[in-house]
């Protein structure tokens, strides 16, 4: 029996009033039986919990009962920071930490603004994961969580782009991002601190040692900072593409932000038809190419020639593909 779990029921039916057996199981994970014998023990436990018979009964409190016991654990305090954000909790670890959280919250306000509490989560949901693909496996986040809160590092191998793409290394974890559903470990490794994607984590395992995070670190700005080296890292070229009214209108859908601001901010008129004549960053020319195929005839490139030429071979290679039937 968990006392943890029947306190979060008497909770549950103090801040939600009448509730069927079947919701409370829900709201906490557990099988209807399991709640019913929550709800039994609650009972022989003297709490004046009683059962509404028929369509729209339910288990509820004595009317005017309360209990004071909301005292908060160090780790639901924690996450109450994620309180709003249920699938971030999972991931950390922290869902059944933020449902107690949430309910001793609940529990602790005056019922006019528990009602109010209740209507604004109701209408409000956040939704992390960028869209066309499926969640990343983060195994070790949780592991990741206790390092950085406990400063203890971690030994990992880890898969990375370049060569050799499977590297060790003992990371001192200073924070954690969340980045559009993508998590990303700020650490210090050996004198420099850098970024890791979690997904890209091989295998992890805490270590004995234990680490001081600089005082003057600061997670927010080091992540401003990255993130403005990254755009610098990852575009090392340019390119003067032409555009149509239409393929202008999709390069939301198609491109990278930055390449839609550079056309906002460079685009020049280039006769009456309604084409613009725009610099846009490139990453490499097998990239680019790539990205502007997606707008077909909408979009011609002028320079540089090897990304005009990419251009042309790859349009022949679909025309060989499906010219003949």
Not at 115 to 127: I, K, M, S
Not at 258 to 286: K, L, Q
Not at 296 to 319: I, N, S, Y
Request: with cysteine; hydrophobic share 45%; charged share 25%.
């Amino acid at each position: 029996m968990s006392a943890g779990r029947l306190l979060s029921v008497l909770l549950l039916l103090q801040s939600r009033g009448r509730m069927p057996a079947r919701g409370i199981a829900d709201e906490l994970g557990v099988s209807v039986r399991t709640a019913y014998r929550d709800l039994t023990r609650l009972q022989a436990a003297g709490i004046p919990v009683y059962a509404e018979p028929g369509r729209g009964g339910g288990y509820q409190l004595l009317d005017g009962y309360r209990t004071r016991l909301t005292g908060m654990s160090e780790s639901e305090a924690r996450a109450l920071f994620f309180a709003g954000l249920p699938g971030p909790a999972a991931d950390l670890g922290l869902a059944a930490e933020v449902t107690s959280a949430r309910l001793k919250l609940l529990a602790a306000l005056p019922a006019g603004v528990r009602e109010e509490a209740a209507r604004t989560a109701a209408v409000f949901h956040v939704d992390a994961p960028g869209w066309y693909r499926e969640p990343e496996r983060t195994p070790y986040l949780p592991l990741f969580v206790d390092a950085v809160l406990a400063r203890r590092a971690v030994d990992v191998r880890y898969r990375r782009w370049r060569a050799p793409q499977e590297v060790e290394r003992r990371l001192r974890p200073y924070g954690l991002v969340l980045k559009s559903g993508v998590w990303y470990l700020v650490a210090a490794a050996e004198s420099r601190v850098g970024t890791y994607r979690v997904a890209r984590v091989l295998d992890a395992e805490p270590s004995d040692e234990r680490f001081d995070r600089p005082q003057d670190f600061d997670l927010a700005a080091y992540w401003s900072a990255y993130l403005d080296g990254f755009e610098t890292r990852r575009y090392t070229g340019a390119a003067t593409v032409r555009l149509s009214p239409r393929g202008r209108g999709r390069l939301p859908d198609n491109v990278p932000p930055e390449v839609v601001r550079a056309v906002e901010a460079t685009a020049r008129a280039v006769g009456d038809d309604g084409w613009v004549e725009a610099v846009i960053p490139t990453e490499s020319t097998e990239h680019a190419c790539g990205e502007l195929l997606r707008l077909g005839v909408d979009v011609e490139v002028v320079a540089p020639p090897e990304l005009r030429q990419a251009m042309a071979a790859a349009v022949r290679a679909l025309v060989g593909v499906y010219g003949n039937p």
